[in-house]
């Protein structure tokens, strides 16, 4: 009699944390198959937002100082895809036209990531870095997801956002 007492509390039990298990994915959002994070907030098409920065090493910038098409990066220090992804952007944005002055590049954290990205990405973007923890000018961008990248259009709006792999770096026209 006590045997069967015994597999039945344990019975009970596995099921009672299956089921609980069950709620808390389905409060949460997530399921097995594995949601992605949320979007971020601003919608492909949107202008680029209000925005006062100060860059690295060019000073101060804004939405205004980027003109023509353009492409805006978002790293974290303490997102080991960004760090991984850092030199692939760098190199994709090498040889955009207008140069350093169409990209720009928002860097997120401290510490020796913080000054190893930097130095990845200031030879070929203007570079914002943000301390930990604060809403920085990014915060403007409503980015929740790190990394991220921004197409930019002439007209100053959202084209595309996505992975590195899917930006849609402009190319230099050919010579006459």
Sequence with gaps: MLVAAVVLIACLS??????????????SGTTTSGNEPPANSLPDGSPLPEFTAHTHADGPISRDDLRGEAIVGFFSTT?????????????LVRD????????????????????ELVGLLSPVARVVTEPAGH?????????????????????????DRGQVSELAVPTPSPAP
């Design 14 to 27: 596995v099921f009672n944390l299956v089921l609980t298990l069950a709620v808390a994915r389905r409060s």
């Design 79 to 91: 997102c080991l895809p960004c760090r991984e992804q850092a030199p692939e952007f760098a190199r």
């Design 96 to 115: 955009i036209p207008g140069g350093r002055a169409q990209v720009l590049a928002f860097v997120k954290g401290g510490g020796a990531a913080e000054a």
């Design 135 to 159: 809403a920085g000018p990014s915060a403007a961008f409503g980015i929740v997801r790190w990394p991220s990248y921004l197409n930019v259009d002439a007209e100053g709006r959202i084209t």
